[in-house]
C-alpha cells in the first residue's frame, strides 16, 4: 500500500510502498477515502525537519534536555548513534480521516465491515490507504454526511474540547486569536452556542472567512486598536468572557493581546502550539472531563448531519494522495494558501486482492549480494526480527548487520513504517506487519523477538516450536506460570535453543574486572546500584497491569550480571519497598554461598551514575562505575581501566556469541537452567514485596 512519511533528518517527504497492517484485536481495518492535512500542526513538523541541526535544537528544547541527560550517562558517542538512529527514520503524517471499515477485529464488534467511519489519532488516522484504528479512536458516520467533511473530525473534536473547557455560556462574547483550521472551527462552534465572536490573525482571507462563518468582527494583530473597539463596542467596555489561544509559534504575543482583550477573570483557553510566558494568573479549567475523543468525533459527526455545522467552505482543495509532497511543498512555500486540505485514495477495482502484509525487495534494491540461506555450518545465518522498534535499531540490529556470518532476511512490525525504516537501513529482505509471516518463514535458522514485554512469553513458545534459535529481549517471562509454559514447551519440542538478552555480562569492562578480581568472585559479596530515574510521561511501562512492573521487565539484566558473578544461580530472595513507587531493594543468596543486592530507585538525580556495581571478597575491592570505568583494588595496588569510544554494555560481543552459536551447533551463550532462574528470581522479588518475607527462586 502507499504511504505518506518524512525524514526528519534530511526533510525528505515522499510516498512510500509499505506493508499494509493487520487487523488486530480491539480495532478495524479502515480503507481511506479520504485524509486531512493539518496546516497548523503538520505543517510545523515538516518545517522543523528542513531546519539545521542548530534549529531543530531551538524548536524542541525538550529534547535537547533528554540528549544532555544521555550524554552524561551514556556518553556522546553513544548518544549520538542513537539520536541519528532516531532522525534517520522514516515518520508518519496525519491524525484525521475518514474511511471504510474492511475488517473487524475480535472487540470492535460495534463496527462492520463496509461502515463508513472517521478515525483520529497520530499514531492510527495517518496519510495511508489502510490504517488499523482502535474502537476508542473511531466513529461511525451518519447518513448524509459527506466523507470529506466526516474527514475534519479529529480537528473538530481538538476544537470542541477546547471550547467546551471554556465552559462558554449562550451570550457571551469571545475572542479567537488564530484563525487556522482549529480556529475557524471553534468559530463556528461558537456561534452555533449563541456566542458573540471576535477573530484575530494576519491574513485577511482567513479574517473574512471568520466573518463570513458569523464572527462579530476580526482583524489582523497590527489593528489591535481596531479589535479592541469592535470588542469594547459588543461588551460595553467590559473585554472577552473566554479567550481561544488556537495560534502557533514561538512568539509571547498571543498570550499578551489576550491580556488586553480579556475581562476581569475571562477564562483563557490554549490550543495552540506557541510561547505561554504568562503575565497574569488566568483561571484553568481543571479536572476529569467526560468528553472523550471518540464523543467527540460522534458529537461533531451529529452536528454535521443535522446541518448545524457547516465545513465545505473550509475545503480549499482535494488532492490525489500521490501528489502529497508537492502539497506539502506548495503548502510551506505559500504557493498554496490554505485553510483545509484534503487527500483523496484511490477506490481499488471490485475483487482487488487484499492488501499485502509483507513487501519483498530483491537483494539488488539494498545493495547487497545474493547469499544462499545457511544450509550447513559454513554459511551465513539466517535472521529474523519480531520488533524493530528504538532498542533494537540502535543496539541489535547494527551490530548484527555489520558480521559476515548474519543475514538479516524478515522484520516484522506492528507499524507499516517501522518494517520499512528496519528494511531500508539494515538490508532485510522482506518486511511485514504481523508475527506469523515470521514464524513461519522456514528460511530463517534464528528469531529474534523484541517486542512490549506481555507479548514475550507466547511467542517464545511459538518460536521455539518451529525448531528454531530464539532470541528475546528481557523479560522472558512476566510470571511463574508464563515461565513454566516456556520450561514445559522447551522440554515438548526438544528445542532448547534459547537466549534472553542479558547483555552486562558480556560487557568488556565487566569482563576484565571479573577476571581482575579473580576467583574470590564465587564467594563474594556484590551490590548493584540501579539509578533508574523517573519515566517519562505516557510511557508503556507505566502500564503495569499489561506490562508487568518497572522492575520485573528491567530487573533481569542486574540478577543475571550477580548470578554471573558468583558463578551461581540464585536460591533465594528477600526485598523491601523505597521512598518512590517502584523503588525497591532486593538481596539474593547464591548456591555456593555468594550473596547480593539490587537496589533499584527512581528517585535519584538523572545525571548521577545510572549503574555501579561493587564486589567486596578475598582481600580485594571491585567497582564498575556506568560502564565508563572498572577499578579492582588488590595487595598489588588499584588498577583503573577505562573504556574508549563510549560505554559499551557488551550488546556487540553478546550479538556475535549467540550467532556463531547458532552457525556451529554449539551451547547458547547463557544455559536455559541459569535464564529460567533469573526469569524466576526476578518474579520472586514481587512476591516478596507482596508478602515480606524471602521468597525462595
Keep these: 500500500m502507499k504511504q505518506i512519511a518524512q525524514n526528519y533528518k534530511s526533510g525528505e517527504l515522499t510516498v512510500l510502498d509499505v506493508p499494509a497492517p493487520v487487523c488486530r484485536p480491539g480495532g478495524v481495518l479502515v480503507r481511506s477515502l479520504f485524509s486531512l492535512i493539518s496546516t497548523g500542526t503538520e505543517m510545523m513538523k515538516v518545517s522543523e525537519a528542513s531546519m539545521s541541526m542548530v534549529g531543530m535544537a531551538r524548536a524542541r528544547p525538550d529534547q535537547v534536555r533528554k540528549v544532555l541527560d544521555q550524554v552524561q550517562q551514556q556518553g556522546v558517542v553513544t548518544t549520538y548513534k542513537k539520536v541519528m538512529n532516531k532522525l534517520d527514520s522514516y515518520t508518519p503524517l496525519g491524525y484525521s480521516l475518514c474511511g471504510v471499515v474492511t475488517e473487524v477485529g475480535r472487540g470492535a464488534e460495534e463496527f462492520k465491515a463496509g461502515q463508513l467511519v472517521a478515525a483520529a489519532g497520530n499514531e492510527h488516522a495517518l496519510h495511508a490507504e489502510y490504517n488499523w484504528v482502535p474502537v476508542n479512536l473511531c466513529a461511525a458516520v451518519p447518513d448524509g454526511v459527506q466523507p470529506e467533511h466526516a474527514a475534519f473530525s479529529t480537528v473538530a473534536s481538538i476544537a470542541m474540547h477546547g471550547v467546551r473547557r471554556a465552559e462558554v455560556q449562550l451570550g457571551e462574547t469571545a475572542v479567537v486569536i488564530g484563525l487556522g483550521l482549529v480556529g475557524q472551527l471553534v468559530v463556528r462552534l461558537l456561534v452555533a452556542a449563541g456566542v458573540q465572536v471576535v477573530g484575530i490573525d494576519p491574513v485577511p482571507d482567513r479574517c473574512r472567512l471568520a466573518e463570513k462563518a458569523g464572527a462579530a468582527a476580526a482583524g489582523a494583530p497590527g489593528q489591535l486598536d481596531a479589535v479592541q473597539a469592535d470588542l469594547s463596542s459588543i461588551t460595553s467596555g467590559r473585554g472577552a468572557d473566554r479567550i481561544f489561544l488556537a495560534a502557533g509559534g514561538s512568539t509571547n504575543e498571543p498570550v499578551e493581546m489576550a491580556v488586553k482583550l480579556a475581562r476581569d477573570r475571562a477564562r483563557v483557553v490554549d490550543i495552540g502550539k506557541m510561547r505561554l510566558d504568562l503575565p497574569w494568573n488566568a483561571d484553568y479549567p481543571a479536572g476529569y472531563v467526560r468528553w472523550t475523543e471518540k464523543r467527540n468525533l460522534q458529537s461533531f459527526l451529529d452536528l454535521l448531519a443535522r446541518n448545524q455545522l457547516e465545513v465545505a467552505s473550509l475545503v480549499d482543495g482535494v488532492f490525489p494522495m500521490e501528489d502529497a509532497a508537492k502539497v506539502y511543498a506548495d503548502l510551506k512555500s505559500g504557493q498554496l494558501k490554505a485553510v483545509g486540505v484534503l487527500l483523496e485514495y484511490p477506490v481499488p477495482a471490485e475483487g482487488a486482492p487484499p492488501p499485502a502484509i509483507s513487501r519483498v525487495l530483491p537483494d539488488s534494491a539494498h545493495g547487497r549480494q545474493p547469499q544462499p540461506v545457511r544450509k550447513d555450518r559454513t554459511g551465513p545465518v539466517a535472521v529474523g526480527f519480531i520488533g524493530a522498534g ?59 523477538i523484541v517486542t512490549r514485554h506481555a507479548t514475550h512469553a507466547s511467542l517464545v513458545c511459538r518460536a521455539l516450536e518451529t525448531g528454531k534459535a530464539v532470541f528475546v529481549e528481557k523479560p522472558l517471562a512476566l510470571t511463574r506460570e508464563e515461565a513454566e509454559q516456556i520450561a514445559e514447551t522447551i522440554g515438548k519440542a526438544g528445542n532448547d535453543r534459547l537466549m534472553v538478552g542479558f547483555n552486562r555480562r558480556f560487557a568488556p569492562l565487566l569482563t576484565g574486572l571479573k577476571e581482575g578480581f579473580g576467583p574470590a568472585a564465587a564467594r563474594s559479596v556484590t551490590r548493584y546500584l540501579v539509578n533508574a530515574g523517573p519515566l517519562a510521561t505516557g510511557s508503556w511501562y507505566l502500564n503495569e497491569e499489561a506490562e508487568g512492573s518497572r522492575f520485573t521487565g528491567e530487573g533481569g539484566h542486574f540478577i543475571d550480571t550477580l548470578s554471573w558473578w558468583a558463578q551461581a544461580l540464585p536460591e533465594e530472595v528477600y526485598a523491601v519497598r523505597g521512598p518512590e513507587k517502584g523503588d525497591l531493594q532486593a538481596t539474593f543468596r547464591f548456591c555456593g554461598g555468594a550473596s547480593g543486592t539490587v537496589a533499584y530507585l527512581g528517585g535519584g538525580n538523572n545525571r548521577f551514575p545510572k549503574e555501579t556495581m561493587d564486589a567486596t571478597g578475598g582481600g580485594r575491592n571491585a567497582l564498575l562505575d556506568n560502564f565508563k570505568t572498572a577499578t579492582v583494588w588488590s595487595n598489588r595496588g588499584k588498577k583503573t581501566t577505562r573504556t574508549r569510544g563510549g560505554q559499551d554494555k557488551g550488546q556487540r560481543a553478546e550479538m556475535e556469541q549467540f550467532v556463531e552459536a547458532v552457525r556451529t551447533g554449539g551451547p547458547m551463550p547463557i544455559s536455559v537452567d541459569s535464564l529460567l532462574a533469573t526469569t524466576r528470581a526476578t518474579i520472586a522479588v514481587g512476591e516478596s514485596l507482596a508478602s515480606g518475607k524471602p521468597e525462595r527462586v
Design 390 to 448: 528504538n532498542y533494537a535499531s540502535s543496539m541489535l540490529l547494527p551490530h548484527l548487520a555489520k558480521l559476515g556470518i548474519a543475514k538479516l532476511m524478515h522484520v516484522a512490525t506492528t507499524k507499516s513504517l517501522s518494517a520499512v525504516n528496519a528494511q531500508r537501513k539494515f538490508g532485510f529482505t522482506t518486511a511485514s506487519t504481523t508475527a506469523d509471516a515470521v514464524l513461519d518463514d522456514e528460511s530463517l535458522d534464528a528469531i529474534f
